[in-house]
């Protein structure tokens, strides 16, 4: 037999739709929020009880509702912001349909108290489904209105029975009010719950969007912070916003996205950024991003303002087909225009004899080819470093070298599978499979101290005590760091995390290598004697072995030797950073005789570990700045950085996001507490 089809009850149509916007506190504090800002407000104020569930009061300051409306401010499709259906087209505001209010009233007891500007006192009513339930009494009030919602879902068993955590309501209230009060620099917002005395979330009506950032999710987010903006006038499109460099990172993505000035979400674009940020970042951690888009053309725009889901997707947002509109596009010189071939990165250094200056010039950063064009060439050299302070390096025009791959234990492709991501990794990498060095790889991952790498990531850098030592705070503690040890085991596992995968110090003159091996000899450390031989004879044997081992060189380590024996390249390992040059001529004497050329694990090993000594900060290639030589200050410029600024901006900061600390680090002396605060609390209380 067939069912009897029935018109539902007018108050269960109201309670079914109700349940459909307001699914839990979060949802109503949320619209209510929306119509504060369509009110005009300058100062939002949000308190809760148990998570919401017992007790929601929003109160701005507002242009307030008249109180001849207030008679009907809870019904359905009841609105002052829209009056027939063409004015959809240049609606502004957040509600438009007037069902905010009407929704939660039918499952909570709602208390509306407001004052408009013109009005002598307030007035206050009480609704139930929909309806008041006594005319507006007057009462004393500030102008705004205040919304009182009490008992949500009190008529809704089952609802209320799956929102029984007050604490991860409370979590979702917060994350809410947070973004808007990010999104709205403008405006004053605060949020606690019932009888606290301080505020979860409090931001100031003249502060800016990073000084919101910076108070609601700290000084660690807004330091590593980068503006970003791009408008499109054919597209009718524009954005802004602040992401954060690969400098931070978090173990779940951050990501406040808003499309016309409304709270949504899209699964699609978070992919997408996460995919190019997977380069930048270590493996498992995520970026810190907050994106504002504003679409005026309804052609390209797709956004669900009101209903069920606040969600976007990504085909529906702007037009996908075109090339300048990747992501990728964030990460390039903003003079410089996409490239469809493999990009040579330099950066060019002073090097030659020991009392040269040195520092970093010009880099370059371009697109790499599409895959089909890496399946049959091998890159020369690729762009390390990550995203700098500023979100793009120099461009400085560089020809682009393509030969075919030699190498079966290289591939050419994406690398989605790569265990650690350092500092001079990029979208497109070759990826090495080459046994030995996946070896040296798990040999550093297994002799990893958690405790320690859980410092390093989280620690204030006080100041250098010498090139070789520096202070630093970890919680109540202060530590003595060895400098020198920490860069040198950084650069090693930089150089085997990213083995192949370097940009270019591209020296400004090249460095004879009979030079530089003549001037090694010269130097006690060298440890020559006369049974040893001529140090002609050293010098030469020295360069004509080093120009056996151009290719691997070259290839591995981006370690480049020209047809004459000059040295007219080196690796070069994270942004912003050059090796002291002083120490360039025991580093090739050591290349050619400490180096285990025989064995490929060993022979890796070892050149990876005299690389690393030759780059690390080391006291004896370190002047004081107090005495700088005249020579000195003739060579440098003011884009060379004192050492103090190096070791605190560059390697500490390398330190925080690269460095897997051995676990002899914690035993050996090279990382020793100094102090604990409670431990001194102690010594005071004797005293």
Known sequence: MAGVIRRLDEAVVNRIAAGEVIQRPANAIKEMIENCLDAKSTSIQVIVKEGGLKLIQVQDNGCGIRKEDLDIVCERFTTSKLQKFEDLASISTYGFRGEALASISHVAHVTVTTKTADAKCAFRATYSDGKIKAPPKPCAGNQGTQITVEDLFYNVNTRRKALKNPNEEYAKILEVVSRYAIHNSGISFSLKKQGDTVSDVRTLSNASTVDNIRSIFGNAVSRELIEVGCEDANLAFKMKGYITNANYSVKKCIFLLFINHRLVESAALRKAIETVYAAYLPKSTHPFL????????????????????????????????????????????????PNTGPAEVTTEVNAGPPEAASRPQDAEMEEVSDLFEMADVQEDVRKPGGLSESGHLSPESVPSRKRPREETDVEMEKDDTRKEMTAACTPRRRIINLTSVLTLQEEISNQGHAKLQEMLRDHSFVGCVSPQWALAQYQTKLYLLN???????????????????????????PAPLYELSMLALEDPE?????????????????????????????DYFSLEIDEEGNLIGLPLLIDNYVPPMEGLPMFILRLATEVNWDEEKEC??????????????????VI?????TNSQNEDSDSSSKPWRWTVEHVLYKAFRTHLLPPEHFAEDGNILQLANLPDLYKVFERC
Do not use: C
Not at 486 to 498: A, G
Not at 529 to 547: H, N, Q, R, S
């Open 290 to 337: 907050y994106l504002s888009e504003v679409v005026k053309s309804a052609a390209n725009s797709s956004v669900v303002t009101k209903g069920t889901s606040d969600k976007v997707y990504a085909h529906q947002m702007v037009r996908t087909d075109s090339r300048e509109q990747k992501l990728d596009a964030f990460l390039q010189p903003v003079n410089n225009p």
């Open 526 to 554: 060298s440890g020559w004697t006369e049974e040893d031989g001529p140090k002609e004879g050293l010098a030469e044997y020295i360069v004509e072995f080093l120009k056996q081992k151009t290719e691997m060189l070259k």
């Open 604 to 621: 890796f090993e070892s050149l990876s570990k005299e690389l690393s000594m030759f780059y690390s900060i080391r006291k004896q290639y």
């Open 483 to 509: 400098t020198t040890k920490l860069s040198q085991e950084l650069f090693y596992q930089i150089l085997i995390y990213d083995f192949a995968n370097f940009g270019v110090l591209r020296l400004s003159e």
């Open 624 to 628: 004081d700045e107090a005495n700088p």
